[in-house]
């Protein structure tokens, strides 16, 4: 391997077998029911003695997370991975950081790796946050020199000064992660690994985040970023890998591979609205977009200018007190134009009840230049964990129009754009 590059992976791939129950009439033979589970056991005990994994249904499937994925990393590149959920982007990350093994060809490393792949990893709830500083960071492979020379780092980065000598199962979901993002912030390997991290904590905190990140990347040390957050990719990586299905779809700067995932991954509208029937979240079920003008009529297209509402529609399989809805809306070469969040239109927090929740947002003029945009849409529990995200749900042409006569169309010299708009939230 060259001197200067740091991660090589030949033809990775990694499978997974996966079981399936099989559909069942109602009215079952207690003969069928016995020779089910004896297949089943046989079957289970023949996996056991050949070191397979052991995998509950009657049906099993083999499923490819990864597969025939070849790429090379230099030192201090800052690379962005990116795709849809389950494109396959934290197995690849969880292969380079020796989490799991692949299941066909190679990954070469040289370097000291850290990952970031789940804040909060290893605390003990019982332990103080002094204690737990300590604790996490052997784990994550610092010294206790380095934890010693950094302690006050941490605590100040953390803003967790005050409740230092409280055990951490009475700190509050932000306190929580806002600690251990810190404590996993001030590592210095020569390779850094991180997954969708800076999405913790409040507004002002996930800034810090985006900030030590942005310090960490100008330091020279090569950095693995997962993100769906394409203002972060587009402000960190140089570079960005595309994935899809489990391959690499494509390998370029960071605008082209962003514009691709913008305009391939995102739906195009049906009669003014795109459904998501089903969801990875235990939480929220379903979720309606749709794209409405000021009278309440579907659009497939927006006006620039004009006046527009985006509506939300999801279901919630358990009341939350302290919800969120945001949108956000990209331009079609990947940048973030406006950040529309429910969070900061009042200090009350927004409720998600069981079952039906509608959101609106009313946005009193569209300020995107003619072509396309995309919305995302963010279901959240503001500073602890998304519910439901995805920040390509819905691609919008923009159709260019004059309402002030000048003849020239609107521009996008600044990033983001303050859209003036205002919340309508609905329960049933």
């Known amino acids: 391997m060259s001197s200067d590059i740091v991660i090589r992976a030949e033809n990775l791939?990694?499978?997974?077998?996966?079981?399936?129950?099989?559909?069942?009439?109602?009215?079952?033979?207690?003969?069928?029911?016995?020779?089910?589970?004896?297949?089943?056991?046989?079957?289970?005990?023949?996996?056991m003695v050949r070191g397979r994994q052991l995998v509950v249904g009657d049906e099993v499937e083999e499923f490819w997370a990864l597969r025939d994925v070849n790429f090379e990393i230099k030192r201090g590149d800052v690379v962005g991975i990116i795709g849809r959920n389950g494109a396959?982007?934290?197995?690849?990350?969880?292969?380079?950081?020796?989490?799991?093994?692949?299941?066909?060809?190679?990954?070469?490393i040289r370097g000291r790796v850290a990952?970031?792949?789940?804040?909060?990893?290893?605390?003990?709830?019982?332990?103080?946050?002094?204690?737990?500083?300590?604790?996490?960071?052997?784990?994550?492979?610092?010294?206790?020199?380095?934890?010693?020379?950094?302690?006050?780092?941490?605590?100040?980065?953390?803003?967790?000064?005050?409740?230092?000598?409280?055990?951490?199962?009475?700190?509050?979901?932000?306190?929580?992660?806002?600690?251990?993002?810190?404590?996993?912030?001030h590592l210095e390997p020569e390779i850094l690994v991180v997954d969708e991290v800076l999405a913790v904590g409040d507004a002002e905190f996930q800034k810090k985040c985006l900030g030590k990140m942005k310090d960490v990347t100008e330091h020279g040390r090569t950095v693995l970023f997962v993100s769906h957050n394409m203002g972060a990719i587009n402000l960190l990586c140089s570079r960005a890998i595309l994935f899809k299905d489990g391959h690499k779809e494509l390998d370029a700067d960071t605008h082209q591979c962003v514009n691709a995932y913008l305009s391939s991954s995102s739906?195009?509208?049906?009669?003014?609205?795109?459904?998501?029937?089903?969801?990875?979240?235990?939480?929220?079920?379903?979720?309606?977009?749709?794209?409405?003008?000021?009278?309440?009529?579907?659009?497939?297209?927006?006006?620039?200018?004009?006046?527009?509402?985006?509506?939300?529609?999801?279901?919630?399989t358990r009341s939350i007190r302290d919800g969120g809805v945001v949108f956000f809306i990209y331009l079609q070469d990947g940048q973030l134009l406006s950040k529309l969040s429910t969070r900061p239109?009042?200090?009350?927090?927004?409720?998600?009840?069981?079952?039906?929740?509608?959101?609106?947002?009313?946005?009193?003029?569209?300020?995107?230049?003619?072509?396309?945009?995309?919305?995302?849409?963010?279901?959240?529990?503001?500073?602890?964990?998304?519910?439901?995200?995805?920040?390509?749900?819905?691609?919008?042409?923009?159709?260019?129009?004059d309402v002030f006569n000048s003849g020239n169309p609107p521009r996008q010299d600044r990033y983001p754009v303050p859209m003036v708009h205002e919340w309508v939230l609905k329960y049933d």
């Open 115 to 185: 990952s970031l792949l789940e804040v909060g990893t290893g605390f003990h709830p019982e332990l103080t946050g002094r204690e737990n500083i300590y604790l996490n960071g052997a784990i994550l492979g610092m010294t206790r020199a380095e934890i010693k020379r950094k302690f006050d780092e941490i605590v100040d980065f953390a803003g967790v000064e005050k409740f230092l000598d409280t055990p951490v199962k009475r700190y509050s979901s932000g306190m929580y992660v806002r600690l251990a993002f810190a404590v996993a912030a």
């Open 13 to 47: 791939g990694k499978k997974y077998i996966i079981g399936h129950q099989s559909d069942q009439e109602r009215y079952t033979a207690l003969r069928d029911v016995i020779g089910r589970n004896i297949r089943n056991l046989a079957r289970s005990a023949r996996d």
């Open 267 to 316: 739906r195009s509208l049906e009669r003014g609205r795109v459904v998501v029937n089903k969801t990875n979240s235990d939480v929220v079920s379903s979720v309606r977009f749709e794209l409405l003008d000021a009278k309440g009529n579907a659009l497939n297209a927006i006006e620039t200018f004009g006046e527009v509402r985006l509506r939300l529609v999801f279901e919630s």
């Open 88 to 108: 396959g982007k934290s197995t690849l990350l969880k292969i380079l950081s020796r989490i799991t093994e692949p299941s066909s060809g190679r990954v070469e």
């Open 345 to 401: 239109e009042s200090f009350v927090p927004m409720r998600i009840a069981q079952g039906r929740n509608v959101v609106e947002c009313k946005i009193k003029s569209f300020c995107v230049s003619a072509g396309y945009c995309v919305i995302g849409v963010g279901i959240t529990i503001p500073g602890h964990e998304w519910l439901f995200n995805e920040p390509c749900l819905a691609k919008v042409d923009v159709v260019e129009t």
